[in-house]
């Protein structure tokens, strides 16, 4: 299934831990949506997690799948802590927000940056902190509270969503017309190029070139061994930190995830 925004899916993965006074009306969602996959055609997985360690277990069979094919829709129903993460409501363990983003990495290299992440989790978009243009993003796509998400409006919302999604296959519209402004999204794409922005204007002109040029310098100085040869060294320095394309395609290669090399990359 081709989704408007560039995205492939061919499942909808559901990972759930309720809490006891949770657990009616997370069935209802759930049977909701269920029924929304079957008249489309998406195969719908659900995993109900007890412990970390379960969790843990699940992300690691998404990503394993993912390398074998499965491009799945991911959507995380769990409470969060903006301190502790993601709430394993049954063993009352965390997942913190790194270590979320840590599991997600894995499995969104593995689909080649075409993983989307909806989480129904309080503080959820704490998540894009972990972001960072020299690592491979954790999701395509991710939406999620800053703050929290009420039941009344994930119960009111969910499977509409899913609804005008699979209908319309135009994820953008559908996220505006349902999950805004509770929810917020980051993309990728757009992420990059503000990261790379940054990057540039922090390191690559004026003082932080200027900084970046010398700190480079000292680092290379032990294989100057003349006059010549630190002038010359300055001047490959400065060339070598301007920013191009070659620079632009170094860290798209990384931060999109275009290649399982690049997770190797980012992890040695």
Same mark, same amino acid.
């Given at each position: 299934?081709?989704?408007?925004?560039?995205?492939?899916?061919?499942?909808?993965?559901?990972?759930?831990?309720?809490?006891?006074?949770?657990?009616?009306?997370?069935?209802?969602?759930?049977?909701?949506?269920?029924?929304?996959?079957?008249?489309?055609?998406?195969?719908?997985?659900?995993?109900?997690?007890?412990?970390?360690?379960? #969790?843990?277990?699940?992300?690691?069979?998404?990503?394993?799948?993912?390398?074998?094919?499965?491009?799945?829709?991911?959507?995380?129903?769990?409470?969060?802590?903006?301190?502790?993460?993601?709430?394993?409501?049954?063993?009352?363990?965390?997942?913190?927000?790194?270590? #979320?983003?840590?599991?997600?990495?894995?499995?969104?290299?593995?689909?080649?940056?075409?993983?989307?992440?909806?989480?129904?989790?309080?503080?959820?978009?704490?998540?894009?902190?972990?972001?960072?243009?020299?690592?491979?993003?954790?999701?395509?796509? #991710?939406?999620?509270?800053?703050?929290?998400?009420?039941?009344?409006?994930?119960?009111?919302?969910?499977?509409?969503?899913?609804?005008?999604?699979?209908?319309?296959?135009?994820?953008?519209?559908?996220?505006?017309?349902?999950?805004?402004?509770?929810?917020?999204?980051?993309?990728?794409?757009?992420?990059?190029?503000?990261?790379?922005?940054?990057?540039?204007?922090?390191?690559?002109?004026?003082?932080?070139?200027?900084?970046?040029?010398?700190? #480079?310098?000292?680092?290379?100085?032990?294989?100057?061994?003349?006059?010549?040869?630190?002038?010359?060294?300055?001047?490959?320095?400065?060339?070598?930190?301007?920013?191009?394309?070659?620079?632009?395609?170094?860290?798209?290669?990384?931060?999109?995830?275009?290649?399982?090399?690049?997770?190797?990359?980012?992890?040695?």
């Amino acid at each position: 299934m081709e989704i408007r925004s560039g995205l492939t899916m061919n499942s909808l993965i559901w990972l759930t831990s309720p809490r006891p006074d949770d657990e009616g009306w997370t069935a209802r969602i759930i049977e909701d949506v269920e029924t929304i996959c079957r008249a489309n055609g998406v195969p719908f997985q659900v995993y109900t997690v007890s412990s970390r360690a379960l #969790l843990e277990d699940a992300f690691d069979e998404m990503a394993n799948a993912a390398r074998l094919g499965c491009r799945p829709f991911l959507h995380i129903d769990m409470h969060g802590s903006i301190e502790h993460g993601l709430e394993i409501a049954n063993s009352k363990e965390f997942m913190s927000w790194p270590a #979320l983003a840590g599991k997600l990495r894995g499995i969104n290299v593995a689909t080649g940056n075409n993983t989307c992440v909806i989480a129904a989790s309080c503080f959820a978009f704490h998540a894009i902190k972990q972001v960072s243009i020299t690592r491979a993003s954790p999701f395509f796509m #991710l939406v999620a509270p800053e703050h929290k998400a009420t039941v009344g409006f994930l119960e009111a919302k969910t499977a509409a969503f899913y609804a005008e999604l699979f209908s319309t296959l135009d994820i953008l519209q559908a996220i505006e017309n349902h999950l805004t402004p509770a929810m917020k999204t980051f993309h990728c794409e757009r992420m990059f190029m503000i990261g790379l922005a940054r990057y540039i204007l922090r390191y690559c002109v004026g003082k932080g070139a200027a900084e970046r040029r010398e700190s #480079l310098l000292t680092d290379s100085i032990a294989v100057a061994k003349s006059q010549g040869d630190m002038r010359a060294l300055r001047k490959s320095i400065k060339n070598a930190i301007k920013p191009d394309q070659a620079m632009v395609d170094k860290f798209a290669a990384v931060f999109l995830a275009e290649s399982l090399a690049a997770l190797r990359s980012t992890t040695s």
